[in-house]
């Protein structure tokens, strides 16, 4: 069955430290990838995806992820976290002929001055 | 404008009530989207509608009912729905369905309470 994980539940970070969220998927082929971010009581917002070429894919608000074929991941990355990126964040993916995205438990991040 | 609207943003119901979800969208968009998020869970997909026609239904209870007047606006008519029909109810576009490279525009949701 296609599933997205992410295995991290919560994360705490202080602010200015570098923050790495992991996302692993399981499909017959390679999806499409993305990973959203969701405020408390928002709706989702789109940080990046990828779909082929370069496997480093720059997303908004100065975030990054990197596709790993050989490890099944697509884990997102920032040098540097802002306590305004405390939030829920989310790995998804999607294959086939429509917009049918599967989505990850998330991981809620928390920033601590 | 890039938003994806939904009204009411906080709904208390009983069983026994009849209610509606209302998501607008001015951008354009020809796919619209009705997800469905419990607390301290990925969104699920409901529904899909694609240039007004339904054309993804998850197995969803008959108590939810779509409908796509226009292309600008998607309803969701909730009936006698259960307690554990409690979550937030996520109203999404996006520029057509059929091409998994389109970016999904999502509203800020519906908080909804079954009582």
Redesign the interface.
Known sequence: AQSVTQPDIHITVSEGASLELRCNYSYGATPYLFWYVQSPGQGLQLLLKYFSGDTLVQGIKGFEAEFKRSQSSFNLRKPSVHWSDAAEYFCAAASGGYQKVTFGIGTKLQVIP | DTE?T?TPKHLVMGMTNKKSLKCEQHMGHR?M?WYKQKA??????MF?YSYEKL??NESVPSRFSPECPNSSLLNLHLHALQPEDSALY?C?S?QS????????F????T?LSVL
């Open positions: 994806v939904q796919a989207y301290k869970k990925p969104p699920e997909l899909v054309s993804i996520l999404a996006s369905v059929g091409r998994v490279t389109e970016k999904l999502f509203g800020s949701g908080q």
